[in-house]
T-cell receptor, first 112, second 113 residues
Framework: QKEVEQNSGPLSVPEGAIASLNCTYS??????FFWYRQYSGKSPELIMF????GDKEDGRFTAQLNKASQYVSLLIRDSQPSDSATYLC????????????FGKGITLSVRP | KAGVTQTPRYLIKTRGQQVTLSCSPI?????VSWYQQTPGQGLQFLFE???????NKGNFPGRFSGRQFSNSRSEMNVSTLELGDSALYLC????????????FGQGTRLTVV
């Protein structure tokens, strides 16, 4: 099993819909989880992080973490065309917070 | 607060040559990590420096090396370039402590011909 997997994609949603992006990880000891957004031709931008089980909300973005299932997701409410980008899940291995293992990313397209 | 600065932004090199990339982290950040991004492999960790010491290393050949200076600026060197080294090289800066994320520079696009 790969360390961080993002299997669903590419994803296309209409403007105003909820986009759901999923990520699973293999290291049960991982403590922190990050979501990055990368526009085409640009570098990744940190948009969300979560440490505790449950939900964390920031504006239109909600990160959800389930450590028992080793699953982290990102929900984007009221999706906008400007949300069209690749979303990368990143997980540091136990004890190595500055070494991030990235999933392959999910490309989201929001249709006007 | 200035962000992460990488230079140069673009490079074209010939096979067999060597290249040095530079990264200036966010002021106060002591950790600098380097990543290679390619369409096929995605983002892959190269190495991390913290307070001038290499703290973590990814699975790349010894042709890839780096260092960090006392002002936290970091350089990455690739010797004997191969066509497969063509990629976007990204530097990430973090405080290096606890549960903090990393902030990326604009990247250096390296093309090996």
């Amino acid at each position: 099993q790969k360390e961080v997997e993002q299997n669903s994609g590419p994803l296309s949603v209409p403007e105003g819909a909820i986009a759901s992006l999923n990520c699973t990880y293999s290291d049960r000891g991982s403590q922190s989880f990050f979501w990055y957004r990368q526009y085409s031709g640009k570098s990744p931008e940190l948009i969300m992080f979560i440490y505790s089980n449950g939900d964390k909300e920031d504006g239109r973005f909600t990160a959800q973490l389930n450590k028992a299932s080793q699953y982290v997701s990102l929900l984007i409410r009221d999706s906008q065309p400007s949300d069209s980008a690749t979303y990368l899940c990143a997980v540091p291995p136990t004890g190595a917070n500055s070494k991030l293992t990235f999933g392959k990313g999910i490309t989201l397209s929001v249709r006007p | 607060k200035a962000g992460v600065t990488q230079t140069p932004r673009y490079l074209i090199k010939t096979r067999g040559q060597q290249v040095t990339l530079s990264c200036s982290p966010i002021s106060g950040h002591r950790s600098v990590s380097w990543y290679q991004q390619t369409p096929g492999q995605g983002l892959q960790f190269l190495f991390e420096y913290f307070s001038e010491t290499q703290r973590n290393k990814g699975n790349f050949p010894g042709r890839f090396s780096g260092r960090q200076f006392s002002n936290s600026r970091s350089e990455m060197n690739v010797s004997t370039l191969e066509l497969g080294d063509s990629a976007l090289y990204l530097c990430a800066s973090s405080a290096g402590q606890g549960r903090v994320g990393a902030f990326f520079g604009q990247g250096t696009r390296l093309t090996v011909v």
